[in-house]
């Protein structure tokens, strides 16, 4: 596809973007009117909205727009599978410059689309604009199918916290990219496509996870809100957190200690929980702390200690 997005137009992009789109039976009615229809059968609708802005969230010289595609919904999608509902549907505001050739929007809703349709979902409508820098924002609904929703205020002293999911890979793959390096190829498509459990979330609560969270910010940093949220401390055992051997060897590499990745590192979307002692968990889930009564400020521990090393994402600080 040749030209670019302006000499297409607003409404031309419009056509070609959602010519690309397939459906699902929670959108009554998509792209074409001045709002979309989505069924809610249990009532409440579990909704969410994130932002990726080129050159803060992603480079074009790093990842494909079909990459960016898949991270922008998946880390929406995640949101809502970490309530424990199901993903129904996502709305994109896309602002692109005029001069960007058309086929990187048309990749980019490609992604967005596959990346739907791995979690449930389907593009429900959108809008697009004219602007300097890119910029992805994707908002995503879910369904909770009668379930309550698990937050981040529920978990007790007693429980214990489990995960599933990849841990620390996108943050070894940004440490290979900003060496301009492109492989080990798993945790460099680790960092620019993310693939988060969503079937773990309502799984979870089904479960009787008592709180529940993805990994978008670090480990300790998301275990932290919980922590928070639930006035209690989280005691991780680094023993039981897994380091594969691969990224032991990039640290190496790189003279970065693997385990800082797995506990700081972000944009993996795994899922975390805090679950009764007693729940019988599938082997998909690995136990790796536990919940206790917090001694001052609740706070997340590792091995007993605070973790007093830089990491986790803050939108106004950055990333270590």
Not at 103 to 109: A, C, G, I, Q
Not at 132 to 152: F, H, K, Q, W
Request: proline share 7%.
């Amino acid at each position: 596809m040749k030209g670019t997005v302006g000499e297409l137009g607003e409404f031309g992009l419009i056509r070609e973007l959602t010519s690309r789109l397939t459906s699902n039976p929670a959108v009554r009615l998509g792209p074409g009117d001045d709002a979309a229809v989505v069924a809610a059968p249990d009532r409440r609708v579990v909704a969410t909205v994130d932002a990726l802005i080129e050159g803060r969230h992603f480079r074009r010289d790093w990842s494909t727009a079909y990459d960016v595609g898949r991270k922008a919904a998946a880390q929406n999608l995640a949101d809502i599978a970490a309530m424990g509902a199901v993903p129904t549907a996502v709305l994109l505001a896309l602002v692109v410059p005029a001069d960007l050739p058309v086929t990187w929007p048309v990749e980019l809703m490609d992604g967005i689309r596959d990346e739907c349709q791995v979690a449930g979902a389907a593009v429900a409508g959108g809008d697009v604009v004219r602007g300097d820098t890119i910029m992805v924002s994707i908002t995503a609904l879910g369904d909770l199918r009668n379930r309550e929703p698990v937050t981040r205020s529920g978990a007790r002293p007693g429980d214990i916290i489990a995960v599933t999911g990849w841990l620390g890979w996108s943050a070894a793959g940004f440490a290979v990219l900003s060496r301009g390096f492109r492989s080990p190829r798993a945790f460099v498509e680790a960092h620019r496509r993310p693939e988060p459990p969503y079937h773990a979330g309502p799984a979870a609560a089904d479960l009787g996870a008592t709180a529940m969270t993805d990994v978008s910010d670090g480990l300790v940093a998301d275990l932290g809100h919980i922590a928070t949220a639930s006035g209690v401390r989280i005691d991780l055992k680094s023993a039981d957190i897994d380091v594969p051997v691969q990224m032991a060897d990039i640290g190496q590499a790189v003279g970065v200690d693997p385990l800082h990745w797995v506990l700081t590192g972000g944009e993996d979307h795994a899922i975390v929980a805090a679950f009764p002692p007693d729940a019988k968990l599938p082997a998909r889930w690995r136990i790796i702390g536990e919940v206790l009564k917090p001694a001052g400020t609740p706070q997340v521990t590792v091995d007993g200690a605070p973790w007093d090393k830089a990491g986790g994402w803050d939108h106004f600080g950055g990333q270590d």
